[in-house]
């Protein structure tokens, strides 16, 4: 059985990674992608039809296409510890923090008419359980794309600069 | 590392065929084995009982003693290097050499200590991040032994590791495997039909046919004093020659030449006396100068010697082939006669087919 010191640890720990992936960096924008996928679906569970059909339907749409096709782009690159995708995540995450006050809120403070009992009533577009749950899905995404690109910028620096020792060494 | 001990080993598949019939094998702690033979003669099959990937019919394997019979495979401790490299292409050559060691879940820095350890001895250190198919075949094959020395087993085995390199690939790959040995100082079984690989590699050499083990000894053994016709035919390039003789007073009489018996032979043969035995010369023990006459039909210079491929005494019939390899360059053109001698001979029972001793 091989024991070692706890300074040969983080000796191999920093070494390990030049011949591993960042699996933790792509794992969590897997899954800032899945909840992001989770949150637009959950978007149609109400009636949002009534009120959704405008501008804001194409921009809602596209963005969701960019963020996955961006987010996927940047998992493969975190994984190889590339510094400019981990940057990039974050600012994805914020992306998803600002969106939590776009659509889902929009469409919460919005009223339509629905007839209840042969009587016309204002009611939200986005009922409080669906809104909640929306605003939940993409805090969840925020928090992947965040903890990925702040784990995945850490790495690739300390990558960076084992490397460049390494080099002066040799 | 480890003994091994194979005591009267049967294979007889589920279709009634029997691959392998009574084998038995003392393996030394730190030897190379080699088990050599023709496609089809049980080797493999012998390997793989020992490894667990196939059913021991018959007998007992044991393993520093302890009997590992049935042992399923995962429990023998024991690392197999298969012709075909059976590396995974989506993973790194250092994920490919981490694995066996990730799946016991071996802590992960103690696994980066063995593998970067393997692919210095190895030489892969800069292919760590390559995968397979970036490889070239001999490093695809390093890859693979270097993950069966990651795992640190008791016992190597290999089945044909260098059938698929080309020829220069295999000497260099053979010269690896055989610093490998002597720098682990492990025991290894080494499946080859290759009997240039046997020759160099083997402390000691298994010669098996059709299933039954026909001679074990060290490489010069089996060269020098084969057990039977089979090991003299299969062990030596160019083969041996081999011809029908009848022993008549003090010489063996063939159809094409009488050869003179000397006195420690003529004891030898003493009982063959009236009788038809096999004579079996190595190219190699031909000279020039002697009274038996070969006509030329080809002449390969190989720089070091000439491969002279010939008839006694011009006539084309199948005991009239030789084929002698001659020191030096030689300039023979097809139908030149040459004499020849026999400076070494073997002698084979007809019936038996047992070398006579």
Not at chain 1, 47 to 76: R, T
Not at chain 2, 260 to 268: D, G
Not at chain 2, 286 to 299: A, H, L, M, P, R
Request: proline share 3%; with cysteine.
């Amino acid at each position: 059985m091989m024991t070692l010191s706890l300074e040969d640890k983080k000796t191999i720990q920093l070494d390990r990674m030049r011949y591993t992936k960042n699996t933790f960096s792509s794992s969590m924008v897997y899954l800032a992608i899945l909840f992001n996928v989770l949150y637009f679906v959950s978007i149609y569970e109400s009636d949002v039809g009534s009120w959704y059909y405008a501008w804001i339907i194409g921009v809602s749409i596209v963005y969701n296409l960019v963020f996955m096709l961006i987010s996927f782009l940047c998992s493969e690159g975190v994984k190889n510890y590339k510094l400019g995708y981990g940057y990039l995540l974050l600012g994805l995450g914020v992306g998803q923090i600002v969106r939590m006050f776009i659509l889902p809120a929009m469409a919460h403070a919005a009223v339509t008419k629905r007839v209840i009992e042969k009587k016309a009533v204002e009611v939200p577009v986005m009922e409080t359980p669906q809104y909640v749950l929306t605003i939940v899905l993409l805090a969840l995404s925020a928090a992947c794309c965040f903890a990925a690109g702040l784990v995945a910028v850490k790495r690739s620096r300390t990558l960076a600069a084992y490397n460049a020792s390494l080099v002066e060494k040799a | 590392m480890a003994n091994i001990s194979l005591q009267h080993l049967d294979k007889i598949y589920d279709n009634k065929v029997q691959a392998v019939f009574d084998f038995n094998l003392e393996v030394k702690d730190g030897e190379f084995i080699v088990l050599v033979g023709p496609s089809g003669c049980g080797k493999s099959t012998t390997l793989r009982m020992v490894a667990g990937l196939e059913d021991i019919s018959a007998g007992k394997l044991l393993l520093d003693g302890k009997d590992i019979t049935s042992a399923p495979a995962k429990d023998r401790d024991m690392a197999m290097v298969f012709q075909n490299y059976a590396l995974y292409g989506h993973m790194t050559v250092y994920e490919n050499m981490a694995f066996s060691l990730t799946l016991r879940k071996e802590d992960p820095n103690v696994i980066h200590k063995k593998v970067l350890a393997a692919a210095e001895i190895l030489g892969l250190t800069d292919q760590l991040n390559k995968k397979p198919k970036q490889l070239s075949g001999g490093q695809r094959q390093r890859v693979a032994m270097g993950r069966a020395i990651v795992r640190n087993p008791k016992v190597f085995l290999f089945d044909e590791p260098l059938s698929n390199l080309d020829a220069k690939l295999r000497g260099a790959t053979r010269r690896e495997i055989l610093l490998l040995h002597k720098r682990m100082n492990a025991t290894m079984l080494y499946v080859t039909h290759d009997q240039t690989e046997a020759l160099t590699l083997a402390d000691r050499i298994v010669c098996m046919s059709m299933g039954h083990v026909q001679q074990v000894g060290t490489p010069l053994e089996l060269y020098d004093t084969p057990a039977n016709l089979f090991v003299a035919s299969f062990i030596g390039l160019p083969p041996m020659n081999f011809f029908n003789v009848r022993m008549e007073g003090d010489q063996l009489e063939g159809s094409f030449f009488a050869y003179k018996l000397t006195a420690e032979q003529k004891e030898l043969l003493k009982d063959y006396q009236g009788r038809e035995l096999v004579l079996g010369v190595r190219p190699e023990d031909i000279e020039t100068g002697g009274d038996i006459d070969v006509q030329v039909f080809s002449n390969e210079n190989l720089g070091m010697s000439t491969l002279v491929h010939g008839r006694l005494m011009g006539r084309n019939t199948q005991d009239a082939q030789i084929t002698c390899k001659l020191r030096g360059w030689c300039d023979y053109k097809s139908g030149d006669h040459v004499n020849v001698k026999f400076s070494k001979c073997h002698f084979f029972d007809k019936e038996t087919t047992n070398a006579i001793r």
